[in-house]
């Protein structure tokens, strides 16, 4: 493109909805934080966003992730093999004076991070469980519950989730992971989103495979 920058791309600066409530997060270029989403020491890549009443914690996305409204990601843990499994036992400070958050649970959880890969479609009211993986261009169905690590570019769906398929056949996937389009320059990006939209996958890798960068 021989058009200015400025004419070519918006405002990269993450845009948070007034109602979504953010701890410790890192947000990229151009990540969309929906209305009433909850985030709590997750780090956004560039590109990728919440839709609304969506919650994560202790979790590291990748760009272009597409989380869908009412999921949860890395959903959480109770120490069921205590007296009590309530939060009486791990945030007593909610209800008494003197004693502190249990900061041993706590890294526990944290211990149990979530990672998502680059280009993930998670699905409305899909459940991510503690220590899972998600490879990158994979498929999470509505309501699913995943336990387990997804594969790259494999579809899941169910409860608890099962791998359905794939997107790609295996050379497909090799050449997209190859191509590592998400890490493009943004101007990049706008010149190729013509051809994502017109011609076949096979097509759109033949194109762009020898494009100069």
Not at 5 to 27: F, G, Y
Not at 34 to 58: K, M, P, Q, T, W
Not at 116 to 145: E, F, K, L, T
Not at 179 to 197: C, G, I, R, S, Y
């Amino acid at each position: 493109m021989d058009r200015p920058e400025n004419l070519v791309l918006k405002d990269p600066k993450p845009r948070i909805h007034p109602t979504a409530e953010l701890k410790a997060c890192k947000l990229g270029r151009y990540a969309s934080i929906g209305e009433r989403v909850i985030l709590r020491e997750v780090s956004v890549g560039d590109f990728s966003y919440f839709e609304r009443h969506a919650e994560a914690i202790y979790t590291t996305i990748g760009k272009f992730c597409s989380i869908a409204a009412n999921s949860r990601i890395n959903a959480l843990e109770h120490p069921i093999e205590r007296l009590t499994q309530h939060k009486v036992s791990y945030r007593p400070n909610e209800y008494f004076r003197w004693l502190g958050v249990d900061a041993g649970f706590r890294e526990r959880r944290r211990a149990k991070s979530v990672s998502i890969g680059h280009d993930v479609w998670i699905g409305h009211g899909a459940v991510i469980m503690p220590d899972v993986s998600i490879g990158n261009g994979a498929i999470v169905g509505a309501n699913a519950v995943v336990t387990r690590d997804v594969p790259a570019y494999a579809i899941v769906a169910g409860v608890p989730a099962r791998q359905l398929r794939q997107r790609f056949a295996a050379d497909i996937t090799a050449r997209i992971e190859s191509l590592a389009w998400w890490d493009w320059p943004h101007e990049k990006l706008a010149t190729a989103v013509p051809d994502m939209q017109a011609l076949s996958i096979e097509a759109f890798l033949d194109r762009w495979e020898n494009e100069i960068p």
